[in-house]
């Protein structure tokens, strides 16, 4: 048989590597930096680096520019060696690797100027969001194009995985990324209420699940075998694996919102689902670690395999924990709090993170010819690594257990035992703990750093790698008894559309019936479209973060009612756009703000941004002072509302026109309401629109009962 000859392209695995371990520093100190700010809100320094603006940087950073290239340099190096053949363009390769980087620059540039979506993990802006869908499609033509020339006529079980990675994202992404823009930067969602809360966790919970799990249970289905130098344990449980993680995981979106507004059909399709995928999930980890069997006592002398080990280990206990999670008697409990950050971080940290790290420990001395530099500088990054999640996940589990306790506490007269601040102070050392957990994880990132430039600088990149294989036969010819799943590994189109459609089905049955049938979102005649100033304000809500530690949602708990006033109702949303119910409580819920004993004065509202701690003492939220010297931008307001009248806000014709001159007469009233509380300050400042927000909130729910006391 004729033997051709070929080279695997190792450059665009070094590029990618490196931008790993740049990105996944940089993440992981913006992760630092606002972890800090918790324990120390001086750390706020400007509005550029306050808590509501880099949060969501770490978060994008983390999982799109460091598991994000982590993935594609664990992709392209498998995909060549498993195909036996190049990738299909070099000219594609080094579009992807810039086109990539140059999305998370703009990311890193935008998020803290204050231009967001203000969606979790899909903060965005619209121009962004095109920029990713140009360059995952350019991903996915030099994937399947590698595919389709392969050497290799079955296709491993990693590339399923990679497959269903690339088709899933795309749905997720252009669903989610739906936005009509009202100027070169800015736009709103597609979507309003409980229908963008529900397209938001169905993104949510999906993209944790086909970018940060799918593809990472590719590269361990490659490299653990590899590094342990075993077959996989069970070819048979990898198709159960694959097949049923990809369907059942679609569905679980809804769990992220139990007890919400959400309707209650929605929100048990996503608890039975949720539950279900600890099989399917505990399936693959057992795959992963019976494959080291007979080679245990490897583990304690080989670093990589250390890594290895913790990572799958960590994604057992996270898969186990997400189910638990979608209870809604442990959700009654664990969500808006710390509980949900450690659940979150044991998954990043372990999973993602140290699988990441034994990959690059395993490829960086191969394409360089070379021994690791030091054994020992990677097994303290090992421990360090370890300790780190610890001191991080396990003071973060106990905050959340506590603030739990603490919101539904009682006293004997039938009165909350605590207030929302008490609570907040509570958790410094908490915070504190979890930021020297950081510190220890950052560390080991450098010792990795240091090591894995000392190992390059001892080798020399092997930029073209040769290999040698037979063509693949035109023909295929199966063998009796050949397993019946042998047919579709040979067919990556089919196995393509058949994941596809294979995820469809979920979401299709829980996103169509929220959109199309009106019971779901029953309206409400007293809630009306924001005033052009309230809208205005809305917008600073979003753009400076503040969902990201306030909650605008009031869940049916007596806690809750006694706090916070009337629980909250599906058609109070209409008009939101995007919905801004919040995931973590760091501060009070806001949903009734505007009304009942929760009501403060305008003044309060000004003194609060100026300096949170001189109103409510031992508060950790970030001080606000440019809001008073910064002139609100009103020449988007036409826009806006034109925008808005698109999406169903129902809006007069021609009223934008009159706008702004509404928005002068409310914004002179704050101001004169000001100005009788001794504070002089022009109607044309950003907080005067913040505190119309603030005090519109609740307002449209007229019998909403007193909290019976302060939150």
Same mark, same amino acid.
Request: glycine letters at 8%; aromatic letters at 16%; proline letters at 4%.
């Given at each position: 048989?004729?033997?051709?000859?070929?080279?695997?392209?190792?450059?665009?695995?070094?590029?990618?590597?490196?931008?790993?371990?740049?990105?996944?520093?940089?993440?992981? *100190?913006?992760?630092?930096?606002?972890?800090?700010?918790?324990?120390?809100?001086?750390?706020?320094?400007?509005?550029?680096?306050?808590?509501?603006?880099?949060?969501?940087?770490?978060?994008?950073?983390?999982?799109?520019?460091?598991?994000?290239?982590?993935?594609?340099?664990?992709?392209?190096?498998?995909?060549?060696?498993?195909?036996?053949?190049?990738?299909?363009?070099?000219?594609?390769?080094?579009?992807?690797?810039?086109? =990539?980087?140059?999305?998370?620059?703009?990311?890193?540039?935008? *998020?803290?100027?204050? %231009?967001?979506?203000?969606?979790?993990?899909?903060?965005?802006?619209?121009?962004?969001?095109?920029?990713?869908?140009? !360059?995952? @499609?350019?991903?996915?033509?030099?994937?399947?194009?590698?595919?389709?020339?392969?050497?290799?006529?079955?296709?491993?079980?990693?590339?399923?995985?990679?497959?269903?990675?690339?088709?899933?994202?795309?749905?997720?992404?252009?669903?989610?990324?739906?936005?009509?823009?009202?100027?070169?930067?800015?736009?709103?969602?597609?979507?309003?209420?409980?229908?963008?809360?529900?397209?938001?966790?169905?993104?949510?919970?999906?993209?944790?699940?086909?970018?940060?799990?799918?593809?990472?249970?590719?590269?361990?289905?490659?490299?653990?075998?590899?590094?342990?130098?075993?077959?996989?344990?069970?070819?048979?449980?990898?198709?159960?694996?694959?097949?049923?993680?990809?369907?059942? &995981?679609?569905?679980?979106?809804?769990?992220?919102?139990?007890?919400?507004?959400?309707?209650?059909?929605?929100?048990?399709?996503?608890?039975?689902?949720?539950?279900?995928?600890?099989?399917?999930?505990?399936?693959?980890?057992?795959?992963?670690? %019976?494959?080291?069997?007979?080679?245990?006592?490897?583990?304690?002398?080989?670093?990589?395999?250390?890594?290895?080990?913790?990572?799958?280990?960590?994604?057992?206990?996270?898969?186990?924990?997400?189910?638990?999670?979608?209870?809604?008697? @442990?959700?009654?409990?664990?969500?808006?709090?710390?509980?949900?950050?450690?659940?979150?971080?044991?998954?990043?940290?372990?999973?993602?993170?140290?699988?990441?790290?034994?990959?690059?420990?395993?490829? !960086?001395?191969?394409?360089?010819?070379?021994?690791?530099?030091?054994?020992?500088?990677?097994?303290?990054?090992?421990?360090?690594?370890?300790?780190?999640?610890?001191?991080?996940?396990?003071?973060?589990?106990?905050?959340?257990?506590?603030?739990?306790?603490? =919101?539904?506490?009682?006293?004997?007269?039938?009165?909350?035992? &605590?207030?929302?601040?008490?609570?907040?102070?509570?958790?410094?050392?908490?915070?504190?703990?979890?930021?020297?957990?950081?510190?220890?994880?950052?560390?080991?990132?450098?010792?990795?750093?240091?090591?894995?430039?000392?190992?390059?600088?001892?080798?020399?990149?092997?930029?073209?790698?040769?290999?040698?294989?037979?063509?693949?036969?035109?023909?295929?010819?199966?063998?009796?008894?050949?397993?019946?799943?042998?047919?579709?590994?040979?067919?990556?189109?089919?196995?393509?559309? %058949?994941?596809? $459609? @294979?995820?469809?089905?979920?979401?299709?049955?829980? *996103?169509?019936?929220?959109?199309?049938?009106?019971?779901?979102?029953?309206?409400?005649?007293?809630?009306?479209?924001?005033?052009?100033?309230?809208?205005?304000?809305?917008?600073?809500?979003?753009?400076?973060?503040?969902?990201?530690?306030?909650?605008?949602?009031?869940?049916?708990?007596?806690?809750?009612? #006694?706090?916070?006033?009337?629980?909250?109702?599906?058609?109070?949303?209409?008009?939101?756009?995007?919905?801004?119910?919040?995931?973590?409580?760091?501060?009070?819920?806001?949903?009734?703000?505007?009304?009942?004993?929760?009501?403060?004065?305008?003044?309060?509202?000004?003194?609060?941004?100026?300096?949170?701690?001189?109103?409510?003492?031992?508060?950790?939220?970030?001080?606000?002072?440019?809001?008073?010297?910064?002139? *609100?931008?009103?020449?988007?307001? #036409?826009?806006?509302?034109?925008?808005?009248?698109?999406?169903?806000?129902?809006? #007069?014709?021609?009223?934008?026109?009159?706008?702004?001159?509404?928005? $002068?007469?409310?914004?002179?009233?704050?101001?004169?309401?000001?100005?009788?509380?001794?504070?002089?300050?022009?109607?044309?400042?950003? @907080?005067?629109?913040?505190?119309?927000?603030?005090?519109?909130?609740?307002?449209?729910?007229?019998?909403?009962?007193?909290?019976?006391?302060?939150?």
């Amino acid at each position: 048989m004729q033997v051709e000859k070929f080279y695997y392209d190792n450059k665009i695995v070094r590029n990618f590597a490196y931008a790993t371990v740049i990105w996944g520093a940089v993440g992981m *100190l913006v992760g630092l930096i606002v972890a800090l700010q918790l324990v120390f809100p001086v750390l706020n320094i400007t509005q550029y680096g306050s808590f509501g603006r880099l949060r969501p940087l770490h978060t994008n950073a983390v999982i799109f520019a460091f598991v994000g290239n982590g993935l594609f340099m664990g992709v392209y190096y498998s995909l060549q060696r498993l195909c036996k053949a190049r990738m299909f363009s070099d000219k594609l390769s080094y579009i992807h690797f810039w086109g =990539w980087q140059l999305i998370i620059v703009a990311a890193a540039i935008t *998020l803290p100027i204050g %231009l967001t979506q203000g969606a979790e993990y899909a903060e965005l802006i619209w121009p962004i969001d095109i920029a990713i869908t140009v !360059i995952w @499609v350019i991903f996915g033509w030099n994937m399947f194009g590698t595919i389709i020339k392969r050497r290799e006529k079955h296709l491993y079980v990693a590339i399923w995985f990679y497959i269903a990675t690339f088709v899933t994202v795309a749905v997720l992404h252009l669903v989610r990324s739906g936005q009509i823009p009202y100027t070169w930067l800015q736009s709103y969602s597609w979507y309003s209420g409980v229908q963008d809360a529900l397209v938001q966790w169905w993104y949510g919970h999906n993209a944790v699940a086909f970018f940060l799990t799918t593809p990472y249970l590719g590269l361990m289905y490659y490299f653990m075998p590899k590094a342990a130098n075993r077959p996989v344990y069970s070819y048979r449980l990898s198709i159960i694996h694959f097949w049923a993680l990809i369907f059942l &995981y679609i569905w679980a979106g809804p769990h992220h919102l139990l007890y919400t507004a959400l309707p209650n059909w929605a929100q048990s399709l996503g608890v039975v689902f949720s539950f279900m995928l600890i099989f399917p999930s505990w399936g693959g980890m057992i795959n992963g670690l %019976l494959t080291l069997r007979g080679a245990w006592d490897r583990v304690r002398d080989d670093v990589i395999l250390k890594f290895m080990v913790v990572a799958v280990t960590c994604y057992g206990m996270a898969t186990f924990e997400g189910p638990m999670l979608s209870l809604k008697s @442990v959700s009654a409990i664990a969500h808006y709090t710390d509980w949900i950050v450690a659940h979150v971080h044991v998954g990043a940290l372990g999973w993602n993170g140290m699988l990441t790290f034994g990959v690059l420990y395993w490829v !960086i001395p191969r394409m360089f010819k070379t021994e690791l530099y030091s054994k020992k500088l990677a097994n303290n990054h090992f421990w360090l690594g370890t300790l780190g999640i610890l001191f991080y996940a396990i003071p973060m589990y106990w905050a959340g257990f506590q603030q739990s306790s603490m =919101w539904k506490q009682f006293t004997e007269a039938g009165q909350l035992k &605590y207030t929302f601040l008490e609570t907040v102070t509570y958790m410094k050392p908490f915070y504190a703990m979890r930021s020297l957990g950081g510190v220890l994880y950052l560390v080991g990132v450098v010792f990795m750093i240091v090591n894995l430039y000392k190992t390059v600088k001892a080798g020399k990149l092997v930029a073209n790698e040769e290999a040698e294989a037979a063509p693949l036969a035109k023909e295929y010819v199966a063998h009796k008894g050949e397993h019946w799943h042998r047919w579709i590994e040979r067919k990556p189109v089919q196995l393509m559309v %058949l994941s596809l $459609v @294979v995820i469809l089905i979920g979401g299709a049955i829980e *996103l169509i019936p929220t959109f199309l049938v009106k019971e779901n979102v029953p309206t409400i005649s007293s809630v009306k479209p924001y005033t052009p100033l309230e809208l205005q304000g809305r917008d600073l809500y979003v753009r400076e973060g503040c969902y990201t530690c306030h909650s605008q949602m009031i869940r049916p708990f007596r806690s809750e009612t #006694e706090r916070y006033g009337e629980y909250s109702k599906a058609g109070e949303f209409v008009y939101d756009h995007p919905f801004q119910w919040g995931s973590k409580r760091t501060g009070p819920d806001l949903a009734r703000e505007g009304v009942g004993n929760l009501k403060k004065s305008d003044g309060w509202h000004f003194r609060h941004f100026r300096e949170p701690s001189s109103m409510s003492e031992g508060s950790v939220m970030p001080a606000y002072p440019f809001m008073l010297q910064n002139d *609100l931008d009103i020449s988007t307001t #036409e826009a806006k509302i034109n925008a808005l009248r698109k999406l169903g806000v129902p809006y #007069e014709k021609g009223y934008e026109k009159n706008a702004n001159a509404d928005l $002068v007469e409310q914004s002179k009233q704050i101001a004169n309401n000001l100005k009788s509380d001794s504070i002089i300050i022009s109607p044309k400042k950003e @907080v005067i629109a913040l505190i119309a927000y603030m005090q519109r909130l609740g307002k449209d729910i007229t019998n909403s009962p007193t909290p019976t006391q302060n939150r």
